[in-house]
């Protein structure tokens, strides 16, 4: 005759091995459910053939002094005793230039704020009976602060991100970093309207970019928006046993 404990222990090991067949059961039927979620996450957009992309970029619009942006300024002659200086661009769009005093630039190109500080510096050369021809030269400092892009939705690292003039869907979403409930595959690109109309909306073929291919592997412009869709986060039992 076994003893008791014996039975207990057998029993024990039975519904362990129960419960962990059954939550085996349970992640099958869960990530088949999220699958058949995921295929009901909407992909806004349209395809674009005519959009910039890798392989086929274009050069950005001339660029726009905004705020925050860091400037480095100089005057010329030298006998107006200007210094070269480096200054950045308050949130009410004025520069703040010492003894030249402050000067809005604000949705001005480089070459218009060159001209604009100039001109107000020849009151100074006025002043000082300086008959040598006003300059000025302006320089964005660090490739500018103003100009950004986004990654927004199911991403790692969501937020802003530094634009220079290269940077592709790809190098955005690298850059985020997927999350295990990512779904690239629903992405799209999101483009603000410069003169306030309807936005436009991109959508992005993910796996064809994996592969190599550069159709909608865009370029991205200052103000985009990617964003990544995201399904149900994973539960417990999908940490801990995968899938």
């Known amino acids: 005759m076994r003893p008791r404990s014996m039975d207990l222990t057998l029993s024990s090991r039975l519904l362990v091995g129960l419960l962990a067949l059954a939550m085996v059961h349970g992640i099958g039927g869960c990530k088949a459910l999220d699958k058949h979620r995921n295929k009901k996450v909407p992909q806004p957009g349209q395809?674009?053939?005519?959009?910039?992309?890798?392989?086929?970029?274009?050069?950005?619009?001339?660029?726009?002094?905004?705020?925050?942006?860091?400037?480095?300024?100089?005057?010329?002659?030298?006998?107006?005793?200007?210094?070269?200086?480096?200054?950045?661009?308050?949130?009410?769009?004025?520069?703040?230039?010492?003894?030249?005093?402050?000067?809005?630039?604000?949705?001005?190109?480089?070459?218009?704020?060159?001209?604009?500080?100039?001109?107000?510096?020849?009151?100074?050369?006025?002043?000082?009976?300086?008959?040598?021809?006003?300059?000025?030269?302006?320089?964005?400092?660090?490739?500018?602060?103003?100009?950004?892009?986004?990654?927004?939705?199911?991403?790692?690292?969501?937020?802003a991100y530094p634009i220079t003039g290269n940077e592709m869907v790809l190098d955005a979403v690298l850059k985020a970093g997927l999350k295990r409930n990512s779904l690239p595959d629903k992405a799209y690109l999101a483009r603000p309207h410069p003169q306030g109309g309807p936005e436009q909306l991109l959508r992005i073929d993910w796996e064809c970019i994996l592969r190599g291919e550069t159709f909608t592997n865009y370029q991205l412009m200052p103000g985009d928006r990617v964003v990544i869709p995201g399904g149900r986060e994973p539960g417990l039992a999908q940490t801990f046993f995968g899938g």
């Open 47 to 159: 395809y674009d053939p005519y959009q910039p992309r890798e392989l086929n970029k274009v050069s950005l619009p001339a660029y726009i002094i905004e705020p925050p942006d860091e400037l480095e300024i100089a005057v010329r002659p030298a006998t107006l005793d200007l210094p070269v200086s480096n200054v950045i661009v308050r949130q009410d769009g004025v520069v703040d230039l010492g003894f030249l005093g402050e000067i809005y630039i604000n949705g001005l190109t480089v070459p218009e704020a060159e001209l604009k500080i100039a001109q107000h510096a020849a009151a100074l050369a006025s002043a000082k009976k300086v008959t040598e021809p006003i300059q000025a030269s302006v320089r964005v400092v660090s490739g500018g602060r103003s100009k950004q892009y986004y990654v927004v939705g199911a991403v790692a690292a969501p937020g």
